[in-house]
């Protein structure tokens, strides 16, 4: 089942906590990615000087100040795609960093995954880019994430300081980083 705008309007660290599991699913025409979240980062408010929310809002950050459930794209060292889900209420800049997934593929004769470790190789692998920045994921047919029963216990979430970080003073030490132990 597609996740609700309902979903993404609670607190961020909530949220980030509960990706844990989900399933983004990208289509392309004909062709469907599917993956499960297995790292997520979460970022909160213009007081949180990690958050790109922290210098206000620009053209660039005016999707994090959004209604919640749109996807926030950005590019960064000019060379990869990160995919954020925006959080809260309509106006507080928040959102959720997709870092990790995992895609599964089947067939009759063989069973592979591929883990994707870095927000920069989701994006690659899914075809994310600029185009989808602002996209309702909970009404787009282009991108949205699901739930399909997963149950991740809270034994098996991680805890950890956000990546890439080190300039934000005592916000770099948050333990707002969540991943699939």
Request: overall charge positive; some cysteine; glycine content about 10%.
């Given at each position: 089942?597609?996740?609700?705008?309902?979903?993404?309007?609670?607190?961020?660290?909530?949220?980030?906590?509960?990706?844990l599991g989900k399933y983004l699913v990208r289509r392309m025409g004909r062709k469907t990615i599917v993956g499960m979240i297995t790292e997520t980062e979460a970022y909160c408010g213009s007081r949180d000087l990690a958050s790109h929310a922290s210098k206000g809002m620009t053209p660039r950050t005016k999707t994090m100040f959004g209604p919640p459930g749109r996807a926030y794209v950005y590019m960064i060292y000019g060379m990869y795609y990160c995919l954020n889900v925006v959080t809260e209420k309509d106006g507080y800049p928040a959102a959720?960093?997709?870092?990790?997934?995992?895609?599964?593929?089947?067939?009759?004769?063989?069973?592979?995954?591929?883990?994707?470790?870095?927000?920069?190789?989701?994006?690659?692998?899914?075809?994310?880019?600029?185009?989808?920045?602002?996209?309702?994921i909970c009404r787009s047919r282009e991108i949205w994430i699901e739930n399909r029963n997963e149950n991740i216990k809270p034994s098996h979430i991680k805890r950890g300081k956000r990546i890439g970080v080190d300039y934000a003073g005592k916000w770099k030490d948050k333990l707002w980083r969540f991943s699939i132990a």
């Amino acid at each position: 089942m597609r996740l609700s705008k309902k979903f993404y309007n609670r607190k961020t660290l909530t949220v980030a906590r509960e990706l844990l599991g989900k399933y983004l699913v990208r289509r392309m025409g004909r062709k469907t990615i599917v993956g499960m979240i297995t790292e997520t980062e979460a970022y909160c408010g213009s007081r949180d000087l990690a958050s790109h929310a922290s210098k206000g809002m620009t053209p660039r950050t005016k999707t994090m100040f959004g209604p919640p459930g749109r996807a926030y794209v950005y590019m960064i060292y000019g060379m990869y795609y990160c995919l954020n889900v925006v959080t809260e209420k309509d106006g507080y800049p928040a959102a959720v960093l997709i870092r990790g997934a995992e895609i599964g593929t089947s067939d009759k004769t063989q069973e592979t995954s591929k883990k994707l470790n870095g927000p920069g190789k989701v994006c690659r692998e899914f075809n994310i880019d600029k185009k989808l920045n602002g996209v309702d994921i909970c009404r787009s047919r282009e991108i949205w994430i699901e739930n399909r029963n997963e149950n991740i216990k809270p034994s098996h979430i991680k805890r950890g300081k956000r990546i890439g970080v080190d300039y934000a003073g005592k916000w770099k030490d948050k333990l707002w980083r969540f991943s699939i132990a």
